[in-house]
């Protein structure tokens, strides 16, 4: 699955709001090589990507700030949109656990659906493009900060009652992902960066 | 540059020889445009211990020459239309809220024999058949920072408008189509029966078939109304098949020598899907029927899309409260320097949950296309 952080450009699923503010990049996580809590790689930060990170010491989680980039120019500094209520398309893994021994995931949920948490978990099982999940601990035991929440793209509601082009409606939930194995699909993501809640 | 130099030199060279300037004062004419030469060019003589510091190839220049000298957007496609103006009533309203038509579907009642001193029984007079339709707005936005239109130098952006207005368009093209793709009125034709639908291909018996379940049209009361065949709308992969039908002599399907009857107006529906050669076709009727199959409601004042841009709300100024003037529109806003666009429009139709957008089902003939 993805390889690379999201980079469509179809990224952002509401026209706001914005509550930009810069960060050096090495203040974010999980991005680059040995992004990952086992050292593993994640995508290397480039011009274009939106990936959803946290902000700050991983010793501080959950507690991290979290955001979606908006602007990266290659130098160290990347502009974060932290305002409440942003929705972005984003990769998800369905992750729920993991083994704590091991490190491998161990529970996947076999659907997504609306309001479903969505934090940021830098575990290894993730690949490289995947900065979210639905596991609020990681590979280590450690709790994720809370991105935000699953919520509706653009497209998804129905809108037969006005003549609209979704018929069906509802692309939530999304149904069909693996009971057995780690499966990443694309969502919308109500932000909500809050810090996670206290343990 | 240096070609006008040349020219400039022959020219003043001419002109003192025409004067009858000696030989000499000719030869130092091109000595001295020379020298302006290398004096542009900052190549000056070459002298025995200088050393040529660069010297530049085409090879040099892989941006310049390759992607900036020649870059530039080309034209985008041209885009598909439908004309689905001949299929639908136009109407106006003049708010959001819904509006109310009646149509009398009916006439009245029959005469009767009276006999010699009688009485005329009473007649009747028809409800009207009520219709409620309304329109929603329909809109898009976009979003540029100053830098992408600012770094745009292929004119890239240059087109958004334009492709905005197309979009509008476009976008109430797939509604029109809805109106009788989607699926509930489908289901509504498929449950009337054979006046109304079939599941075969586009073929001349076919059309026919269409024709005559038109021609059994009745109105509430069932009483036999000129409902006619018009209009053929079928997917984009029936459009030879369509014209073969009406340019025909004889009816293509059968080994006799009947003549093709057959005539309508062929649309062409490019949103209508289907996969060949199982491809959906309709028959409607025209607005001189009477019938009004479809509805495409506009609001008052609005016939058309319309491009607002959010309003820059900054101004130049030479000092702290001395007057403002306004500045390029690309500056986009105060905070973030974006340029804000949305494209908007508002249509709509009727709604029904039983016979989907038709109006009126009389002016509708439905064909999946699957059977051969």
Same mark, same amino acid.
Request: charged share 20%; net charge negative.
């Given at each position: ?18 509550? +930009? ?42 507690? +991290? ?30 992750? /729920?656990?993991? +083994?704590?021994? /091991?490190?491998?995931? &161990? ?5 997504? &659906? ?5 934090y940021v978990d830098d ?7 995947? /900065? ?10 450690? +709790? ?20 609209? #082009?979704?018929? #069906? ?12 194995? /780690? ?10 960066? &809050? ?5 | !540059? ?29 000595? *001295? ?26 090879? $040099? ?42 149509q009398n579907r009916c006439? =009245? ?20 058949? *009520?219709?409620?339709w309304q329109v929603w ?14 770094? $745009? ?45 079939? @599941? ?17 049209? @009745? ?13 053929? =709308?079928?997917?984009?992969?029936? *459009? ?10 004889? =009816? ?20 209508? @899907? ?31 899309? !319309?491009?607002?841009? *959010? ?47 038709? =109006? ?9 296309? @699957?059977?051969?």
């Amino acid at each position: 699955m993805p390889d690379g952080f999201y980079s469509g450009t179809d990224w952002q699923q509401s026209s706001g709001p914005y509550l +930009n503010r810069y960060w050096e990049l090495a203040d974010l996580w999980p991005q680059g090589l040995g992004g990952e809590i086992d050292g593993g790689n994640k995508d290397v930060m480039a011009a274009g990507l939106h990936p959803v990170l946290a902000v700050g010491a991983r010793a501080n989680r959950p507690e +991290n700030l979290t955001g979606v980039v908006v602007n990266y120019e290659g130098t160290s500094r990347v502009l974060l949109n932290h305002a409440n209520g942003m929705v972005v398309r984003q990769y998800v893994a369905n992750i /729920t656990g993991y +083994n704590e021994t /091991t490190g491998a995931a &161990d529970a996947w949920a076999t659907n997504a &659906d609306a309001g479903q948490p969505v934090y940021v978990d830098d575990s290894g099982p993730l690949t490289a493009g995947v /900065t979210l999940s639905l596991s609020d601990t990681n590979e280590s035991g450690s +709790n994720n900060p809370l991105a935000g929440f699953i919520i509706y793209c653009q497209d998804d509601y129905d809108d037969s009652d006005f003549g609209g #082009a979704d018929q #069906a409606g509802g692309g939530l939930p999304i149904d069909g992902l693996s009971s057995t194995g /780690t499966e990443e699909f694309l969502a919308c993501v109500y932000l909500s960066p &809050d810090t996670g809640f206290a343990t | !540059m240096r070609k006008i130099l040349y020219t400039l030199s022959e020219i003043r060279k001419n002109q003192l020889r025409d004067l009858g300037a000696n030989d000499k004062a000719v030869a130092e004419i091109g000595e *001295k445009f020379t020298w302006i030469d290398r004096q542009i060019d900052g190549i000056g003589v070459q002298r025995s211990n200088e050393r040529l510091a660069e010297v530049m190839t085409s090879a $040099d220049f892989t941006y310049a020459i390759q992607e900036f000298v020649q870059r530039k957007a080309l034209p985008g496609y041209q885009r598909k239309r439908f004309n689905f103006e001949p299929l639908v009533m136009m109407d106006t309203v003049p708010n959001f809220l819904p509006v109310t038509r009646y149509q009398n579907r009916c006439g =009245v009642d029959d005469l009767e024999f009276v006999g010699e001193k009688g009485q005329a029984r009473p007649g009747s007079v028809q409800d009207g058949t *009520k219709k409620q339709w309304q329109v929603w707005r329909w809109e898009k936005q976009y979003d540029f920072s100053y830098e992408a239109l600012k770094n $745009d130098d292929i004119g890239y952006f240059e087109d958004v408008a334009s492709k905005m207005g197309e979009s509008a368009r476009r976008t109430l093209e797939k509604y029109v189509s809805r109106f009788y793709t989607n699926a509930t009125t489908i289901a509504r034709l498929v449950a009337l029966g054979a006046l109304y639908s079939t @599941t075969g291909r586009l073929t001349t018996a076919r059309v026919s078939t269409a024709r005559m379940a038109y021609n059994q049209r @009745t109105d509430v009361c069932s009483e036999p109304i000129n409902a006619e065949l018009v209009y053929i =709308v079928g997917h984009s992969g029936l *459009k030879d098949t369509a014209m073969q039908i009406l340019n025909s002599t004889q =009816v293509a399907e059968l080994a006799t020598n009947a003549v093709n009857v057959v005539s309508f107006t062929w649309i062409e529906d490019p949103y209508i @899907t289907g996969t060949a050669p199982n491809l959906p076709w309709y028959a409607f009727t025209g607005e001189q029927s009477g019938i009004v199959p479809y509805v495409l409601a506009r609001l008052q004042g609005m016939p058309g899309p !319309m491009i607002v841009r *959010k309003r820059s709300d900054i101004e130049a100024v030479t000092s702290m409260l001395g007057a403002g003037r306004p500045v390029d529109p690309i500056l986009g806003d105060f905070d973030s320097g974006n340029v804000v666009l949305k494209v908007m429009d508002v249509w709509g139709t009727h709604v029904d949950g039983t016979n989907g957008n038709m =109006v009126d089902e009389r002016g509708s003939y439905y064909s999946s296309g @699957t059977a051969p």
